[in-house]
């Protein structure tokens, strides 16, 4: 029964006491809204490293040890995820929680998910093979490397920062994380199984059935997707002296007496102080920033917002020097104009993430630049954005070590703990 119908009944009954009834029913909503959020929303810091810690134990999670994590409660609490210092600006392009909340428990399965090699037909390759936490979470190859050693036609990109990306892939061909994520596993070149293949083996693994079964209800492919972008959203970047730095500049030109009659705003100056001290950024990267931020590089017309990038599609002519180049989005929206268009991607860890472009033909930052100043590669459905930059090869130099200032740690992952076969 609705607990608020008793004080409307009530009220019918006596209505000289509506008042302190009226009371009460405020108390009680408050009461209820403060159980709800303190049970279902509890706030967490994304990149805590407690989150993608693993069952604890050693060695491959056993039976009992996945019973005691199931039994606990804490594990399923609803999260809301509060973004770091420079991504929060960012928290308005948060999708997919409605439909996929997060939990501890979710995430976890979602962590086991990824590093599984036994999502793939010959239990060889699994997302991490080309999404490597310690390779910046991409892969050092040109291209995609799956099963049996063969090579797919794009480059990996990074499976950090999800949490601010609608749409997924170069072409923007997956509606969301859930849907990117089951992509792979029936891609014959990269994990080469099946979607029932898959469902029936994990199913077939007591540690996972028990995990999906209090999770989901079963082993399905849309709950496999759904807990491996669980796990996906809560893999950010920690603020990076290009943060530290952005942050610092709100308070730079504050004087003494500003700070004087308010302790808060004290606080926050000497926080902001502190991080560029302890994350400080080169004088190139400073000058480097300028271009990024200007007409001059006018790199911001793209690689802007929190994610330095804006989730949309363009050409920037890579590989439009080929004989039949990669048509990019045009294969999903059949435009003419999005012809040879490609997904912006992040700037942040770029520094970490070689070799670059949708198609793995740029090795170095260096290169990455030199494309840009030269105003890449005619072709006709060049981005209007793009033109020659004429810099110089100092202010080429500044372009790079602003990117390399983008530079920061990703949460500590646990890799290796995983369901034991039976
Ligand atoms: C064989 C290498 C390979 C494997 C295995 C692989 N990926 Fe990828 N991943 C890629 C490539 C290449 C792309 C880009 C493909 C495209 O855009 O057409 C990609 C794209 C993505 C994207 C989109 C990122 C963006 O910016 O749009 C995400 C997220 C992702 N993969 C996560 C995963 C997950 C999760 C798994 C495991 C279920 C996985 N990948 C397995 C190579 C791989
Ligand atoms: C018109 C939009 C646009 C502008 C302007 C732009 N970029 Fe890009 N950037 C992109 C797109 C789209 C890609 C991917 C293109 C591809 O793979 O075909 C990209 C790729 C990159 C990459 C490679 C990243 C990776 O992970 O492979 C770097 C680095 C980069 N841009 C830096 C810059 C810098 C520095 C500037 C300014 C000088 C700049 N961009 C200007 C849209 C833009």
Redesign the pocket.
């Known amino acids: 029964m609705n607990p608020f119908l008793f004080f409307i009944r009530e009220d019918r009954m006596n209505r000289a006491s509506i008042s302190i009834h009226t009371v009460c029913f405020t108390l009680f909503t408050a009461l209820l809204t403060f159980l709800s959020t303190s049970v279902r929303c509890e706030q967490v810091l994304l990149g805590d490293p407690a989150l993608t810690a693993g069952v604890p134990g050693s060695g491959p999670i056993s039976v009992p040890q996945i019973e005691t994590w199931l039994d606990d409660e804490h594990n399923f609490s609803e999260l809301t995820p509060v973004l770091p210092l420079g991504l929060s600006q960012g928290s308005s392009q948060i999708t997919g929680l409605d439909e996929n909340p997060l939990t501890r428990a979710k995430i976890e399965l979602g962590r086991q998910l990824y590093f599984d090699p036994r999502l793939s037909v010959d239990s060889t390759v699994s997302c991490a093979s080309c999404h490597d936490p310690s390779m910046g979470y ?1 892969a050092q190859t040109k291209t995609g490397i799956g099963i049996k050693g063969q090579a797919g036609g794009r ?1 990996s ?2 499976s950090f920062n999800r949490i601010l990306s609608d749409k997924q892939f ?1 072409d923007g061909r997956a509606g969301s994380l859930e849907e990117q994520a089951i992509g792979p596993i029936a891609n014959p070149i990269e994990m080469g199984f099946t979607h029932e293949g898959v469902v029936k083996r994990l199913a077939s693994m007591p540690v996972y059935a028990k995990q999906f079964e209090k999770i989901f209800g079963s082993v399905t492919i849309d709950a496999v997707g759904k807990a491996i972008a669980a796990f996906e959203r809560v893999l950010v970047t920690a603020p990076s002296p290009y943060d530290y730095n952005e942050q610092w500049r709100a308070f730079k030109d504050l004087e003494p007496e500003d700070l004087e009659d308010d302790p808060e705003l004290a606080e926050l100056y000497a926080e902001a102080a502190a991080g560029i001290k302890s994350h400080p950024m080169s004088d190139s990267a400073k000058r480097g920033r300028e ?2 931020f200007t007409e001059k ?7 802007v917002g929190a994610n330095l990038a ?1 989730e ?8 439009m020097d080929q004989e039949n180049p990669d048509v ?1 989005r045009h294969a999903v929206t059949n435009d003419v104009v999005d012809t ?8 942040r860890n ?1 520094a970490l ?1 070689a ?6 033909s ?1 090795a170095t ?1 260096e290169e ?2 030199e494309w ?2 030269k105003g890449g590669h005619s072709s006709k459905h060049l ?1 209007s ?2 033109r020659p ?1 004429k810099l110089s090869d100092q202010e080429q130099t500044d ?1 790079v070590e ?2 390399k200032a983008c530079t920061s740690p990703t949460p500590p992952v646990e890799t290796s703990r995983l369901p034991a076969d039976a």
């Open positions: 991409t480059n990109p990074v170069w271009i990024f590089g006018n790199c911001t017309a793209c690689h804006d949309k599609y363009h050409n920037i002519g890579v590989g990019g040879g268009a490609f997904k912006t991607p992040t700037v770029v993430t070799p670059y472009m949708h198609n793995g740029m930052l990455v630049v840009y100043d981005s954005k793009i930059l372009l602003f990117m």
